[in-house]
């Protein structure tokens, strides 16, 4: 499997990979992986919305906050993690949905994804403008 190419990459490089660029916690709870906090690979854009299984997609999380998130927006359950006193990984959050959007763009197609991504990047973008303000 190339290096170079992550697309090319099995599921178990790519969670690798993505452990390597985000380090090894749950970019939501914050938790560091270890023998009861599994890492899993969650999909910035949810495979159901088009997601596509990209390292540029993939963020580690632990299985509890994978599966608690379900389909849920990234901005939407970024800000549920927030009420819950945790300290999500914002800044990883944020570089993965711009080198999706790069990926994207390079790539072309992925027609349901580029428009997820470009939604939840003005999210993103307004929710930091506004300095964290407490949603709703
Ligand atoms: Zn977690």
Redesign the pocket.
């Known amino acids: 499997m190339g290096d170079g190419d992550p697309r090319q990459a099995t599921r178990s490089e790519r969670l690798r990979l993505a452990i390597e660029r985000d380090g090894a916690r749950?970019?939501?709870?914050?938790?560091p992986f270890a023998r009861l906090?599994q890492p899993t690979r969650d999909h910035l854009v949810p495979r159901a919305k088009g997601g596509p299984s990209w390292l540029e997609n993939e963020v580690p999380?632990?299985?509890?906050?994978?599966a608690e998130r379900g389909h849920r927006g990234v901005v939407e359950w970024l800000e549920e993690c927030v009420r819950r006193g945790?300290e999500p990984d914002e800044d990883a959050v944020s570089r993965s949905l711009d080198a999706l959007d790069a990926a994207i763009a390079g790539r072309g197609g992925q027609r349901r994804a580029r428009t997820y991504v470009a939604a939840q990047r003005r999210r993103l973008q307004r929710r930091r403008a506004d300095g964290q303000a407490p949603a709703g």
């Open positions: 749950c970019v939501w709870c914050g938790r906090v999380a632990c299985r509890r906050c994978n945790w």
